[in-house]
């Protein structure tokens, strides 16, 4: 399966996956709006390998940005491949343990060919020494100096470490921030995290076509799938998430279908009624209903109610839903277990 590159990567605490500059370019501008006069931090950034900072770089204008902010972790194993050189004066250090910061705050003409692109980018990266300096420590997001940089910033966007997913965001939302990060869609059933989705703190973006994408990898492919690109690893189920708002988080989900006993049973242990499908979900029912964790990307606020998940205990109204008294919270139909189920319920 393709998702075994990110259970081993989780496992050994790799997080090396560089996103592909078309995913950022795809899901950004529907953004565009958000970041006119915002300081933009990618803290989880090389900013020689890492396309985040390349997008925001060359699109500075366009996007009308205050400040650009990129910050490199030292252990990354890419980090160092083409030391920046006005760090020759480091030359006695190892490259790969080095980290440090870019601060943009204005992109022109530098190089002199008439237009501003990634090579006036380069240029500033390697001549200016006000734009890229050696951090004290080592890059890492949840040290002081970092922090630091956090809390100067508007926005942050990034692919965090995999690894460290509930820690990322309970940092942004201790320090109030705006967001627009890549999780894996298991993020969604985390105790840390539905908790925020359900109460419209958290949410999706429009997200990668066909729920899965390629990143640049140090590590071995060790996918199934049929699409190997070279150098990279496909990784299905990954999503981006983000607390700003966008025009498809209000489109209103058509429904179709009509309720019916036969095609809509009842779980055995949950007072509600099971829906395989999100397509599925019948116009003329009001009472709760579970439906896949996929539920989460056609969600609109404004249509429906998140009730709970199946998957997390300790919820009230989850209880009161309960039919008898069960070890598990996964739900049972027909005496057969099921995956998570998000249980909801339309709007009036």
């Known amino acids: 399966m393709a998702n075994k590159n990110l259970t081993n990567a989780r496992i050994a605490k790799k997080d090396e996956f560089y996103?592909?500059?078309?995913?950022?370019?795809?899901?950004?501008?529907?953004?565009?709006?958000?970041?006119?006069?915002?300081?933009?931090?990618?803290?989880?950034?090389?900013?020689?390998?890492?396309?985040?900072?390349?997008?925001?770089?060359a699109n500075f204008n366009q996007l009308g940005l205050k400040k650009?902010?990129?910050?490199?972790?030292?252990?990354?194993?890419?980090?160092?491949?083409?030391?920046?050189?006005?760090?020759?004066?480091?030359?006695?250090?190892?490259?790969?343990r080095i980290a440090y910061k870019v601060e943009i705050t204005e992109v022109g003409d530098v190089n002199g060919d008439g237009r501003v692109d990634l090579a006036d980018v380069r240029y500033l990266l390697e001549n200016d020494k006000n734009v890229m300096k050696k951090l004290k420590g080592n890059g890492?997001?949840?040290?002081?100096?970092?922090?630091?940089?956090?809390?100067?910033?508007?926005?942050?966007?990034?692919n965090p470490p995999f690894s460290l997913f509930r820690e990322y965001v309970a940092q942004l939302m201790t320090y109030n921030k705006k967001f627009l990060i890549i999780g894996h869609q298991n993020a969604i059933k985390y105790k840390e995290i539905f908790p925020l989705i359900r109460n419209n703190k958290l949410w999706l973006g429009y997200g990668f076509k066909g729920?899965?994408?390629?990143?640049?990898s140090p590590y071995d492919d060790i996918a199934t799938a049929g699409d190997h690109k070279r150098g990279m690893i496909r990784v299905s189920g990954v999503h981006w998430f983000t607390n700003l708002d966008h025009n498809k988080r209000h489109e209103e989900l058509i429904l179709f279908r009509t309720?019916?006993?036969?095609?809509?049973?009842?779980?055995?242990?949950?007072?509600?009624?099971?829906?395989?499908?999100?397509?599925?979900?019948?116009c003329d029912y009001d009472g709760v209903m579970g439906v896949?964790?996929?539920?989460?990307?056609?969600?609109?606020?404004?249509?429906?109610?998140?009730?709970?998940?199946?998957?997390?205990?300790?919820?009230?109204?989850l209880d009161s839903l309960k039919k008898h008294h069960t070890r598990f919270d996964a739900p049972v139909l027909n005496g057969k277990g099921l995956y998570t189920r998000i249980l909801i319920r339309k709007k009036k």
């Open 19 to 57: 996103t592909q500059l078309v995913d950022i370019e795809n899901e950004l501008r529907h953004y565009r709006e958000h970041f006119r006069g915002k300081t933009v931090l990618c803290n989880c950034d090389d900013p020689y390998e890492s396309n985040f900072f390349k997008y925001f770089a």
């Open 211 to 216: 729920g899965a994408t390629h990143f640049v």
């Open 259 to 282: 309720y019916n006993p036969e095609d809509y049973p009842y779980y055995d242990n949950y007072d509600a009624i099971n829906v395989d499908k999100t397509a599925d979900i019948p």
């Open 292 to 317: 896949p964790i996929t539920f989460m990307d056609k969600y609109n606020p404004d249509q429906f109610e998140i009730i709970w998940t199946t998957d997390r205990g300790g919820d009230g109204f």
């Open 140 to 158: 890492d997001f949840r040290s002081e100096e970092c922090i630091e940089l956090l809390k100067e910033a508007d926005i942050v966007c990034t």
């Open 68 to 96: 650009l902010v990129a910050t490199c972790y030292d252990g990354s194993p890419i980090t160092g491949n083409e030391l920046p050189l006005i760090f020759s004066v480091y030359e006695d250090e190892d490259p790969k």
